[in-house]
């Protein structure tokens, strides 16, 4: 910075006055920013496109809570079991969407990069007051604006940000991250502003919004009291005469959290898992965390579904990196003692980790990469602030100053060009779902979940040989996988094999009673066999487990109809219209029992909606034409 301001100072032929040196280093500030917007949008150009995959399919397709804005308290919530259930701030986000431009994937997916940018370049702003602040001014303060900006590039476009990023409904990650930084951004302004009861309070509220987003948020008023014990307040004491306002109310955003896990329906962790012990999980963790940081420095396989990670069941399983994290671990304490600023990082680091790699099993995942998303931040802040200060150090050893500093431009510029293109590479897998699975299953070839899925894909393409293949490999590597035993059952059930269909779905029933899904197929494909008497038990089942499944009701009116019941299928039908207003079948249903009860008019509204929901319906397209005498 010195440099540059006496170069400035021989155009000009006179020494910088302080305004100039202001508005120089302003200028500097709004070029770093339009670099690191530049380039975020060149390394997600690619990602706008990729259709909605896996969890994206319950979160935001079949969401029906999202298609409308008021009331407002349905637009927040989610239907149980759903990657956005319990998280009212992410379902208000994907309700906008909605209402601006419907189930159109690229207004979702530029809503994520725009969070992403914008988490960016609030990052660049922690940094550079970070280094400008007194614990770190000797040391970085000349460099602060393009030290914070060599730091937020590297995190913005590293490759280990696309599932994040490229994943739609992984915004749940990008809104916690961004109201987390926000929070932070707001105590650090607060700290000199003539107003700091204004940003105290834009920090309150931001923390309660990241509460809403996503459970990891629960470390956000830890990680400001560490950040402000370290770089702002000189001691806890002075801190709390200070700021203990504002840490009453960042604690009390803790409330908004226990009352979401408290009322959601969705089971948030795996406390309850049988298959894997706390101990288990955290030997285990021990290697998903060694691989984290493999990943930082090599981002190479990423995987959108770690589902077989192996669980470290013997101690000797987890022994080499459970050295490596007490390593860092021991690192971080050391820090804290001779380092504050570097301990603050591997706080930072393992602390944003510890709510899902630790000791509470996290529901269905063992490891995920979009965890990553805040960590990396202090992985990538240790390096590249690391590496200046050997540039710095390297003048008075080889190299003139200025050719240290190119020195280190260059190799800046070569990283984030290198990551860059990686994300933009990544970003190419997700073009398509069936390229995403395809991907999991080259790199996990005997993942039964990724085997599965990619089964579920191959279908909705058409490609219904194939999809049986992956079934069929994932029933036999793992015949207690309930999913890949309901889906081989229900793909078959749709070649109308029933008697092998029926086999695959018993099985699955078996395996997971209480799915209202495998019950009620299983009582549909029961129904086309005749058998009436079990098909009754098993949708009567589903509709126990899932009152509100507008399938269920339609296939247990069949039934009902069937026995010769019209008036109770007739309510059946009647309350599968009420629930699912687009379920064309029950429309047509409803419309034939009407018919049967002498309701006419009624039955031919019905038979009129059928048709426009589903032009194949032709039953109710034949009804339709006896009914205006078409071709008679």
Not at 445 to 463: E, F, K, M
Not at 596 to 622: C, F, I, S, Y
Request: charged share 20%; with cysteine; net charge neutral.
């Amino acid at each position: 910075m010195a440099e540059a301001d006496s170069a400035l100072a021989e155009v000009h032929g006179s020494e910088l006055t302080g305004d100039a040196r202001s508005l120089f280093r302003m200028d500097q500030r709004k070029l770093a920013a339009l670099l690191m917007v530049v380039a975020g949008l060149w390394a997600y150009h690619n990602s706008l496109h990729g259709p909605f995959i896996f969890d994206d399919v319950p979160s935001i397709l079949e969401n029906r809570h999202i298609r409308h804005l008021w009331p407002i308290g349905t637009a927040m919530t989610a239907p149980p079991g759903t990657t956005v259930t319990g998280r009212p701030v992410v379902c208000l986000t994907l309700a906008l969407n909605y209402a601006l431009g419907g189930l159109n994937v690229w207004g979702y997916h530029v809503f994520n990069l725009a969070v992403h940018l914008i988490s960016a370049l609030v990052l660049f702003g922690i940094i550079r007051r970070t280094c400008e602040s007194e614990t770190l001014r000797g040391r970085f303060g000349d460099n602060a604006t393009w030290l914070a900006a060599a730091i937020a590039l590297v995190w913005e476009v590293h490759p280990l940000q696309t599932e994040s990023v490229t994943y739609v409904v992984q915004r749940t990650e990008l809104l916690m991250g961004l109201f987390l930084l926000l929070t932070l951004y707001c105590v650090i302004r607060s700290d000199r502003s003539t107003r700091p009861r204004v940003w105290q309070l834009a920090a309150v509220a931001s923390c309660a919004l990241g509460m809403g987003s996503k459970e990891v948020m629960v470390v956000g008023p830890l990680i400001v009291l560490l950040y402000d014990g370290v770089f702002l307040a000189p001691s806890f004491r002075e801190l709390w005469r200070r700021r203990g306002v504002l840490y009453v109310g960042l604690a009390s955003t803790w409330l908004i959290l226990a009352g979401l896990v408290v009322l959601t329906t969705r089971e948030m962790t795996g406390l309850g898992m049988q298959e894997i012990t706390p101990w288990d999980y955290l030997k285990t963790e021990a290697g998903v965390l060694a691989h984290y940081l493999r990943l930082c420095f090599w981002p190479h396989p990423l995987l959108i579904d770690y589902f077989d990670w192996p669980v470290a069941r013997s101690w000797k399983d987890g022994l080499v990196p459970g050295v490596v994290v007490l390593v860092l671990l021991g690192a971080t304490l050391w820090g804290f003692r001779r380092r504050p600023w570097a301990g603050f990082l591997g706080a930072w680091f393992f602390l944003i980790l510890a709510p899902t790699s630790s000791v509470i099993p996290s529901l269905g995942e063992v490891a995920a990469e979009r965890r990553m998303y805040l960590p990396l931040a202090a992985v990538a802040a240790l390096v590249v602030g690391g590496g200046w200060r050997i540039m710095e150090g390297l003048p008075g050893n080889r190299f003139a100053p200025r050719t240290a500093r190119r020195l280190g431009a260059v190799t800046l510029v070569a990283v984030v060009l290198t990551l860059g293109w990686l994300t933009i590479r990544r970003n190419e897998v997700y073009r398509s779902d069936v390229a995403i699975w395809s991907d999991v299953v080259a790199q996990r070839p005997h993942s039964t979940r990724a085997l599965s899925n990619l089964g579920t894909v191959l279908v909705a393409h058409g490609r219904v040989d194939e999809a049986l293949a992956r079934y069929h490999e994932a029933v036999q590597l793992d015949p207690g996988n309930s999913d890949a035993q309901f889906n081989l059952g229900l793909t078959l059930a749709g070649r109308n094999e029933l008697d092998a269909a029926l086999v695959h779905l018993n099985e699955a029933v078996r395996l997971v009673p209480h799915s209202a899904l495998a019950q009620c197929d299983l009582g549909i494909v029961l129904t086309e066999k005749g058998d009436l008497a079990g098909a009754l038990r098993h949708l009567t089942e589903s509709l126990r487990f899932d009152p509100r499944s507008s399938a269920a009701h339609n296939a247990l009116g069949v039934v009902l109809a069937r026995q010769g019941n019209p008036a109770e299928a007739g309510k059946e039908f009647a309350k599968a219209v009420q629930l699912q207003s687009d379920n064309a079948e029950a429309q047509a249903n409803l419309g034939f029992v009407l018919a049967q009860l002498g309701r006419m008019d009624e039955a031919v509204r019905h038979w009129e909606t059928a048709v426009r929901l589903d032009p194949k319906q032709e039953n109710a397209r034949r009804a339709l034409d006896r009914v205006h005498g078409v071709g008679q």
